[in-house]
């Protein structure tokens, strides 16, 4: 590999600049903006909050700048370039610490709320459901967009892992009446509607009875909530079928109330509370307020069993998905047995399916 320059102007030494140096500063940016974006102290707006969504997939960005930064330090041992070596090491480091929670081996416990609150927890190995201690319950989740998921591949998912409680935000009357005809009733009798408008509407379909209460107010689409009533189980289980507003131009503001608001509706939930939200966040972990919304006592299903990084969005796509938005997310006391993301044919989003075992 040669370097650049031999002598500075009038003959004099000027320093040499390794290729291995420029492509290891060049590789190291987007993670060091990215690192930059994450610890800015205040809110960001378009496009930086989309931009945030990247940080997992740079990680092999800033590992290749550190393996070029080594290249050029072992072609020529300098002082600069070893301090360049050590930033991007740190720099890498750094990103690994943001994403590690997400990775654990199965048996590592979620995101701590307060000192009184016991967060999910994954049992390791996963027994089977006449193995568990308490009821086992099978939920998915699907944003099933505008063109509408594919009915007949759906409906064998459920029957394959033996769904108990579906959630479909994004339903509009079309794709509801194409389930309908597909056999959903047969599978998953009870409901909770709010189909009214098409890329607006959302549903729970269940296996157990449902009572339906009030979709989440306000919202810029329809969040359909209930309260299933399930043998065995401690309590009755309050379910959200989530779509928040994306964090696009004009919409910040929205993204980041309803986030917050779905922490304050499970908190207000009677002491004897247990709650599943389920379905598209339009937030990743990599976003200050999704890490709020967990802080609240929640436990992302993914990341308890080590799935974190599993990117749910966009599927069925010319790109491939590099985000994970869509969640299964559970109160305390309930926990997770394990945790899929799913393609389904006719969606951008990828399905998001959990065992989950209740007190």
Not at 192 to 200: L, R
Request: with cysteine.
């Amino acid at each position: 590999m040669q370097e650049h320059g031999s002598g500075g102007r009038g003959g004099g030494p000027r320093r040499r600049v390794s290729r291995w140096s420029v492509a290891a500063a060049v590789l190291a940016l987007p993670g060091a903006a990215l690192v930059f974006l994450r610890l800015v102290p205040w809110d960001l707006g378009t496009p930086w909050i989309q931009l945030l969504a990247l940080f997992p997939a740079v990680l092999s960005t800033t590992a290749a700048a550190l393996a070029a930064a080594v290249v050029a330090l072992c072609l020529r041992a300098e002082s600069r370039r070893a301090v360049s070596a050590a930033l991007v090491a740190m720099l890498l480091v750094i990103q690994l610490a943001w994403v590690l929670d997400r990775v654990l081996p199965p048996g590592t416990s979620g995101p701590v709320a307060s000192g009184n609150i016991q967060p999910a927890t994954v049992q390791s190995p996963a027994p089977s459901a006449d193995q568990a201690r308490g009821p086992v319950l099978t939920v998915m989740a699907v944003n099933v967009g505008y063109t509408g998921v594919d009915p007949g591949a759906l409906l064998a998912e459920i029957r394959s892992r033996n769904v108990d409680v579906l959630a479909l935000p994004e339903l509009a009357p079309a794709g509801l009446k194409a389930l309908e005809k597909a056999g959903l009733s047969s599978l998953l009798p009870f409901r909770a509607t709010d189909v009214g408008w098409d890329k607006i509407g959302s549903a729970l379909f269940s296996r157990f009875p449902l009572q339906q209460v009030d979709r989440v107010p306000g919202s810029a689409f329809y969040q359909s909530r209930a309260v299933a009533s399930l043998p065995a189980a401690a309590g009755p289980v309050h379910l959200t079928a989530v779509h928040v507003d994306s964090p696009r131009r004009g919409h910040i503001a929205s993204w980041r109330a309803e986030l917050r608001q779905l922490g304050e509706l499970w908190q207000a939930l009677p002491d004897s509370r247990h709650a599943i939200l389920l379905g598209d966040f339009n937030a990743s972990a990599d976003h200050d307020e999704f890490r709020d919304l967990l802080a609240t006592g929640l436990s992302d299903a993914a990341e308890v069993t080590g799935k974190g990084l599993a990117p749910t969005w966009p599927v069925n796509s010319p790109a491939p998905a590099f985000v994970a938005i869509d969640h299964v997310l559970v109160s305390p006391g309930i926990a997770v047995l394990d945790f899929d993301v799913v393609t389904l044919p006719g969606t951008d989003h990828a399905a998001v399916a959990a065992r989950l075992v209740l007190p």
